[in-house]
């Protein structure tokens, strides 16, 4: 309960104050990448229900000649780098805290498709409410391999603490500000999880 008030009344004050930067960057996107502004996708929350995801679009929607997408660093553009160096494009992620559907602090909600992929220790991580950042975050963020996420997201679900929460939110202000882990090798961020025994760097 105290975590969750914590989320709300923290959640609620920073949604106010990013309300004007929010509009500036939606009419940027609008401007450089077009519509929609707003990245949505269905993502696993609290024990792996599935809930609206919203982010500020960093991606062009190019195609190959066969109508597919191109790779996700081929239609990164360097604007939408920017957004992601200083994690700009999570902020519409306030809304979800906001609604109860993410904490500030929690395991990264990752793709429905992984959740039939996850070992038994792995679907640990869907036991407390997914966040904005995370102690894997903090530690590495897109630059470690899936193993080692999960291992740090396993970590928190059975340490978590507010005392936790607030240093893991105080390393995430430094970790932004030092731009670190963005990318994994040549993918724009993860490479694709494929289940255990498919552990990648990139």
Known sequence: MIKRMFDLIAGS???????????????????????PVLFKQERPGLHGRPFLLYK???????????????????????FGLLLRKLSLDELPQLLNVVRGELSLVGPRPLLMDYLPLYTEEQAKRHLVRP???????????????????????????????????????????????????????????????EGQGHNQKG
């Not at 894997?136 to 005392?163: H, I, L, M, P, T």
């Not at 030092?178 to 999880?193: E, K, L, Q, Y």
């Open 13 to 35: 004050l920073l949604l106010a104050a990013a309300l004007l930067p929010m509009a500036v960057i939606a009419l940027l996107i609008r401007s450089k990448l077009g519509s």
């Open 131 to 193: 966040g904005i950042t995370g102690w894997a975050q903090v530690n590495g963020r897109n630059a470690v391999s899936w193993e080692e996420r999960f291992d740090k997201d396993v970590w928190y679900v059975e340490n978590r603490s507010f005392w936790l929460d607030m240093r893991i939110l105080l390393l995430t202000v430094k970790r932004v500000i030092r731009s670190d882990g963005i990318s994994n090798g040549s993918h724009a961020t993860m490479p694709v999880f």
């Open 56 to 78: 500020f679009r960093t991606m062009t929607d190019e195609r190959d000649g066969e109508g597919q997408l191109l790779s996700d660093h081929l239609r990164l553009t360097p």
